[in-house]
DNA sequence: ATGAAAGCGCTAACAC
DNA sequence: GTGTTAGCGCTTTCAT
């Protein structure tokens, strides 16, 4: 009959089954020992009556949710959605629900009612996916130990405390540094991203490591430091241009900075790439319709969060078997480097061959 | 003491007060009959064990969870995120927390298992940010009856039948065109989004009003279609230079397929903005950073779901209230013109002084 | 194979 | 002011 609009609870399924309510519960939860005719009888009501059993209820009598916490911030830039929707992905495909919360910016520190109200929902795990920035994750050391359910870290420094999934960034950063190298670039520029940030600090040791081995120089004239926009880059560029004009080639710490300093260089007369050559960091989709086309280093973001629901539910199931003493995971993802003509190391390149996405 | 971690409940809380459980719930919801000293002494008891109450538990009493349900789609392109973005930050603000699912496509149709989950977990309102694509939303008039909580719809054709947020696109069209118009464009070529999405036949409708208006010809030929994605724009602006190469500016369904509209237009040997001027949609921050600086027409994402939020819960505390009999909300979001070098205009322009961001 | 009773953690309704 | 009782919707013993 139409027109009810109360909640069906498991009782008047097993009223109008002319059945117990544990009966009913065994239909539900697909227990062998109900007799066949009484299953399909009860799965007719169920049917009839479009009753769904509470999620609620469930996760009070069994103490979890086949929830999963989800901390984020930034979700207004591309990086942390495309993370996201990773975990979003993973978590459909393995069952669980996501429970959403987003940092008012990135350096919050104050996460205890963030943490309380995931842990009063009773979120079965945890994905924190707030960048390192500064002193953001030391809370967790004092924090971690009341925290009984497992927790994984993104874009973390790894940490025998902790359990992390992150992009090589230190990697990536030399891969970049040695495409310009044997390009034959000794004046290569770095537009970094904010010094706070670890992920940056990575990208930016990888570049001074890859000069450093092949010999050249790598001081402090010769890089600037943007916030990641491609305003900053813009800005940041002119400040290298000052600071070391004889450059001849520039590491950008991420696509959008090395837009901004691409666009800067125009503005000073300078040609991408004939007189500097650019590489960039992310591989955006949108980097290959540049102009000049972007040379970048292409990390797969969305992989970074569906590893992270992946062992984070693994770490649950452990938990349950009370397997304890689990390592903790230093799980990297490895970038790759996508070459386009902004890096002048392929004079005319037909992009659609180098794109990888 | 540490060292315990089982769970704290109420019970616990109540003997270690010396007090019954009610006390303490009284404390908890800070209710006036509670004597002082007894607060005070429940309230230590609190504090000293760390006891938090189950939002699990109080959702079952209480029927409602202080949950909003939200259904995106396409969250690694950016519209979306920002959108999401805009619902997180005002839900943190009004105290609710979001229940997130993500649609595996934008035209996934058999959305029942979502709504099942949302409901089983006993949301108190739904916000379906997934916009209108073929007939990815005709499943309501059959679905919307039996869902007896409030749920709003972004990016939706407005309907007496449901609640709708979205930007007003065809006002966006429109003044893209208009814009060009002005300037003594009359050959306006348009780069649309997929015809079967809502939005992208709005922001057309608006071209061809404004064309039409004017008395200029506003045909097939004129259009090509595009999926969103530069790779796209590349594709349909070679379409487009040899069904309609008379046109003289372009605009382009948004900044994205713009990006890519151009990039094959430099390769076409075209300049822009001298020989094709250019105008996008959505006013990515990275567009000022174009080569050119694109004009674009910029719209709040994050405003969007802003305001998506607000009403849920107002319209949650209308209903239990009982204010039965709402009017049906249409929630227009007006988009704003930037301009900057690609359409131009201005000649030569200080991009800062255009941009709004 | 099925049912009765108890209880997950909390609160509403009523005592006192 | 405070405690007692009952119950939200479900599952888990333990009978039968």
Redesign the pocket.
């Known amino acids: 009959m139409p027109g009810y609009r109360q ?1 069906v ?3 008047q ?1 097993a009223k109008e089954a ?9 239909v ?2 697909e227990r062998p ?3 066949p ?3 399909q009888r009860v799965q007719d009501v169920i049917d009839r009556l479009q ?4 999620a ?3 996760s ?4 979890q949710s086949n929830m999963l916490g989800v901390v984020t911030a930034g979700l207004n830039y591309i990086g942390p959605s495309r993370t996201l929707n990773g975990i979003t992905n993973e978590a459909e495909q393995l069952g669980f629900m996501l429970l959403l919360e987003e940092l008012p910016g990135f350096s919050t520190i104050d996460i205890q009612p963030i943490l309380d109200n995931l842990l009063a929902r009773q979120v079965d795990g945890i994905i924190w996916a707030v960048p390192e920035i500064g002193d953001n994750h030391d809370v967790f050391r004092v924090v971690l130990p009341e925290i009984t359910i497992p927790i994984i870290f993104l874009s973390t420094q790894a940490s025998p405390d902790w359990h992390v999934v992150t992009t090589n960034n230190r990697k990536g950063g030399r891969i970049a540094t040695e495409h310009l190298l044997s390009a034959g670039h000794r004046k290569i520029a770095h537009l970094a991203g904010p010094s706070t940030w670890w992920e940056a600090t990575e990208r930016r040791v990888g570049w001074r490591e890859a000069m450093v081995e092949a010999g050249f120089a790598a001081i402090d004239e010769q890089i600037a430091e943007g916030n990641w926009s491609a305003a900053s880059g813009d800005r940041a560029f002119e400040q290298l241009y000052e600071q070391f004009p004889q450059m001849t080639a520039l590491f950008a710490g991420n696509d959008q900075m090395a837009l901004g300093a691409i666009h800067r260089a125009r503005r000073l007369g300078i040609r991408v790439p004939e007189e500097l050559a650019v590489v960039g960091f992310d591989g955006l989709s949108e980097s290959a319709y540049f102009s000049p086309p972007l040379t970048t280093i292409y990390h797969d973001q969305q992989q970074l969060g569906c590893i992270a629901v992946r062992e984070v539910v693994r770490l649950i199931g452990a938990a349950q078997n009370s397997d304890e003493n689990q390592e903790s995971l230093d799980i990297l993802v490895e970038p790759q480097l996508i070459v386009r003509e902004s890096s002048g190391v392929i004079p005319v390149c037909n992009h659609k061959n180098s794109s990888i996405i």
């Open positions: 909640r609870t498991i009782k399924v002319g059945v117990s309510t544990q009966t009913v519960s065994r539900l939860n020992d109900v007799a005719d009484t299953r009753y769904k059993p509470s609620v209820a469930r009070l009598i069994r103490q």
